[in-house]
């Protein structure tokens, strides 16, 4: 029984890692076919909001979709989810206009919101010296999504944009299928003689009552400006002020975001070993926020230095995300962690849709180097937040046991 277990809960992060780079492929990933929407007519504006559509659809559902992992379990939801958006998809490859095909976008995401509410799943597989690593692994799909995006989408692309829309139909229907088939919800652990379970009482109370996994939510949506900001305009940084060609500066990038994948499992290994999720997370912002005042100097003073910063920045700016979702998801415990990791994801989505096209504004009015000193900020801020007193254990740690 214990060989079966401990196969099973390998067998289950793995399929909740490839659910997760399906979504991530599917929700950020339909900017390569800006291009083939283009030469179907569209218009750039339209491109511009269609490619926000399944952003959108997620954030109107996260919670809602954690609520109900809450209550009927993680093998129901995510399978229901990722079944709908490939249906979606499909009915997307059919659509006629620009409207109708947003609708279709924007409900696909709605749909595969189901998908960033489920780390709770976590919590029940792995116990609390390994989740950081666990929870970096599943993590680490969202840039291997985009990499998976950036290696397919604008090649399938090539006769327009049926067999892209196919294909990422193709991608949440294999998930939905090895969900059912493999993934099983955790059996419910038994609190220790004398303490109450702090993971798995069925009613707990809200864990929102203090502060701690407010100020969490807070710190980890902040952390997504460097992320973003780095993502967003390293193409542009590299062609416009480094003299790259879009060709070499692509691939250099997709690089980075290989190796940003890495840096989360790093710092889920980093976590488990020191035993902490939010020192390190605490770390990493000011690290970033240091780094980001470095590339503003850099860049500033037209140094060479400026490209060897910015790729230690996309490689560092995205190590903390399953630190975070690791926290929350203990702090809050099984009977709340869907609700509170749908939260989590809505604020992160929430400033992962708006840093693009204020800070585009920003570079335009004043350039990139103040543009990264005013990014710097965030990351400092977020760090301040982290719930971690000196001297004292982990909100979360303590929560966990």
């Not at 749909?111 to 666990?134: D, K, N, Q, T």
Request: aromatic share 6%.
């Amino acid at each position: 029984m214990q060989i079966r277990s401990e196969r099973m809960r390998w067998v289950v992060l793995v399929v909740g890692m490839l659910a997760m780079t399906a979504g991530s492929t599917f929700q950020f990933g339909l900017a390569y076919l800006i291009p083939a929407f283009r030469d179907e007519g569209l218009s750039l504006e339209q491109t511009g909001l269609l490619v926000a559509c399944p952003t959108a659809g997620v954030m109107l559902t996260l919670i809602a979709w954690g609520a109900a992992a809450d209550r009927w379990g993680e093998r129901v939801v995510l399978s229901t989810g990722l079944g709908l958006a490939g249906v979606l998809l499909i009915a997307a490859r059919w659509a006629h206009g620009a409207v109708a095909l947003g609708v279709c976008l924007a409900l696909a995401g709605a749909a595969a919101g189901s998908v960033l509410a489920s780390g709770r799943l976590i919590l029940g597989w792995f116990a609390r010296h390994e989740r950081a690593l666990a929870m970096g692994i599943r993590q680490s799909a969202g840039p291997l999504g985009l990499a998976l995006a950036a290696a397919t989408l604008p090649g399938l692309a090539a006769r327009g944009t049926a067999v892209p829309l196919l294909f990422l139909a193709a991608l949440f229907l294999a998930a939905a299928g090895t969900t059912i088939l493999l993934v099983r919800d955790p059996a419910p652990i038994p609190a220790e003689p004398g303490r109450a379970s702090p993971v798995l009482e069925p009613a707990a109370a809200s864990p929102y009552r203090g502060p701690v996994l407010w100020r969490i939510h807070a710190a980890s949506a902040l952390l997504v400006i460097p992320q973003f900001t780095i993502t967003t305009f390293a193409l542009v940084f590299l062609t416009d002020v480094g003299g790259w060609t879009a060709l070499a500066a692509g691939h250099l990038l997709a690089g980075a975001q290989v190796c940003g994948a890495l840096s989360r499992l790093a710092a889920g290994y980093w976590s488990d070993r020191t035993g902490s999720r939010l020192k390190p997370m605490r770390i990493i912002a000011v690290t970033t926020g240091v780094g980001m005042l470095t590339l503003a100097a850099a860049t500033a003073a037209g140094s060479g230095l400026a490209v060897p910063v910015l790729l230690f920045l996309g490689v560092v700016a995205v190590s903390s995300n399953g630190l975070s979702f690791t926290a929350v998801a203990e702090y809050a415990g099984s009977a709340w962690a869907g609700r509170a990791l749908g939260i989590q994801t809505t604020g992160q989505n929430v400033l992962t849709a708006a840093t693009p096209p204020v800070l585009a504004a920003v570079i335009g009015a004043v350039s990139f180097a103040p543009s990264f000193a005013v990014v710097a900020a965030f990351p400092l801020i977020a760090a301040l937040i982290v719930p971690v007193p000196a001297g004292r254990q982990d909100p979360a740690a303590a929560a966990a046991g």
